[in-house]
């Protein structure tokens, strides 16, 4: 699949090897700098139009370059602009160096510069490839401006965080408006990244989409262009058994609300048929509160292998209220072949044997998606949850590598990663998700859509943007069996 290009992640590396491959294609690198910084000042002058002054603050690097430019078209265009530069500028190399020629002016130490009434600050110091913490000078102006509450309009992005991991470096400015340039990074879009941006907007400054998409990776936005052409659509001849038989298992009578929430949800999501396989003792009170949903006793796994060999079912959902033990990882297991979520306890009983999960799903196309929040992604791949230097996107990709399976790594910043190398940040999701049973209600919708015939990845990406969309369709004060009644899928954009 081809990720459109509005979506497209670079990480910093790839937006060097652009910036590269651009130069050797024969445009004017300084052409570059000119209309990206040209590009600020613009921003700038729309969004902040009562400044007093501008504070452009310049780095020593190419980030720096783009500050100069934007000072220089900020006075052109009638403004009060002040510049203060980090490090020596007569060791500016390149095309910072000529745009600091062209700027002509003055500049301070960054040092010296004290927030005032009506400033804007142009934070031009770092760009997307900081890879160490900033150095005290930087963290002690960040301070000011944060204790005066000066709005920062970001070059690229706020200096001090880390471009592909999205995690401040030592400290980091906190923008009201980021301009960065072709491509948004991951840093951009995961947590906390996201919430240090502000507005962001993305400025093409003339690469060709050609050069971008032979840099970059398989790391997009979460969309539903990328998946919408796959998501079933009810046709005039379409019967329940051709829109899939879910099956969501239900833990023992004091554990049942999780399973009801998950095949309720599946059954809104496009399931033709939702049934929940239940213990004896739950019977009882499953049936109480079922009705569109059927139900069936399942107790061991004589009775699960007896059933799936007769029934015609077509995708499984296990976890939610299950329990851990030997019991769920018997169930997993006898799915080896079968479309599985595997969400909650279900992934916590592989926690001591994960290769054994894994070797399990290992042949033929990917069938498993799991979907664990932070400590159960430690449970199953300690050594990666450890990995301080890796982003949220990394580790979901070598997990989902690893497992053999499409991994959905929950959060406000929900990461969805695939075992061929394709990754999605999803960013739809309004903060009133954060309540529980909300994951239940996640398994269930992507259940539904592997039952409906999506393919594991789709499926997955799918999920995650609807349910977030249905959590937007009910607003604050959200529970999640509302939640659950809003989970039809309903493509807006």
């Known amino acids: 699949m081809s990720f459109p290009i509005d979506h497209l992640l670079l990480t910093p590396n790839e937006m060097t090897a652009a910036d590269t491959a651009a130069a050797r294609s024969g445009i004017v690198s300084f052409d570059l700098m000119e209309r990206a910084g ?51 500028p007569e060791r500016l190399k390149g095309d910072a160096r000529h745009a600091r020629h062209l700027w002509g002016g003055s500049s301070e130490p960054l040092e010296s510069y004290q927030p005032e009434q009506s400033d804007i600050v ?4 770092f760009g997307a490839g900081l890879a160490r913490d900033v150095p005290e000078a930087v963290q002690l102006v960040i301070g000011k401006v944060d204790g ?46 996201r919430s240090l941006c502000g507005d962001i907007e993305v400025f093409d400054i003339g690469i060709p989409a ?28 379409t019967h329940k058994y051709r829109r899939g038989h879910l099956v969501v298992f239900s833990g023992e009578g004091t554990k049942t609300g999780a399973a009801r929430l998950a095949a309720t949800a599946g059954l809104k999501a496009g399931a033709g048929l ?52 030997e019991k769920a990882r018997q169930f997993v297991l006898a799915f080896k072949d079968r479309p599985l979520v595997l969400d909650a306890d279900g992934i916590t009983s592989f926690k001591e044997r994960p290769s054994e999960l894994f070797d399990a799903f290992a042949g033929g196309e990917t069938r498993l998606v799991l979907t664990p929040h932070e400590g159960e992604f430690g449970r199953l791949f300690p050594d990666l949850a450890r990995e ?44 009133w998700l954060a309540t529980a049973g909300s994951g239940d209600v996640l398994a ?20 995650v943007y609807l349910h977030a969309e249905a959590a937007k369709r009910v607003g ?18």
């Not at 001090?160 to 879009?189: D, N």
């Not at 979460?222 to 005039?236: G, M």
């Not at 077509?314 to 033990?325: D, I, M, N, R």
């Not at 269930?444 to 999920?463: H, K, S, T, V």
């Open 476 to 493: 604050r004060g959200m529970t999640a069996e509302d939640l659950a009644a809003h989970a039809s899928v309903t493509l807006t954009g």
């Open 210 to 237: 050609r050069i971008i998409r032979s840099v970059a990776g398989r790391i997009c936005e979460n969309s539903p262009l990328l998946w919408r052409d796959l998501v079933p659509a009810p046709e005039a001849a």
């Open 444 to 463: 269930g919708m992507i259940g539904a859509l592997l039952a409906q015939g999506m393919p594991a990845f789709e499926a997955a990406a799918a999920g």
């Open 274 to 325: 939702v049934t929940i396989g239940s213990p004896a003792d739950a019977l009882p009170v499953n049936a109480s509160s079922l009705t569109a949903v059927m139900l069936h006793q399942i107790d061991d796994l004589d009775d699960l292998q007896n059933w799936t060999a007769s029934a015609k079912l077509s995708a499984f959902v296990l976890g939610p209220g299950f329990s851990v033990g």
């Open 38 to 88: 040209r590009a600020v000042a613009a921003s700038a002058l729309r969004n902040f139009p009562g400044a007093l002054r501008f504070a452009v603050l310049c780095g020593p690097g190419n980030n720096g370059g783009d500050g100069y430019v934007a000072a220089r078209a900020l006075v052109e265009a009638g403004a009060s602009v002040d510049v203060f530069h980090l490090g020596d």
């Open 122 to 125: 142009v934070d031009a110091l």
């Open 148 to 193: 005066a509450k000066v709005p920062v309009l970001a070059v690229d992005l706020p200096s001090g965080l880390c471009g592909r991991r999205g995690v401040p470096l030592g400290a980091s400015f906190t923008a009201r408006h980021t301009v960065t340039f072709m491509a948004r990074k991951p840093g951009h879009l995961l947590l906390p990244g």
């Open 388 to 431: 301080q230097d890796q982003s949220k996107v990394e580790k979901a990709l070598r997990a989902a590598e690893r497992a053999h399976a499409v991994i959905v790594y929950k959060g406000a910043d929900t990461v969805i990663a695939g075992p061929d190398g394709r990754a999605c940040i999803n960013a739809n999701g309004p903060p």
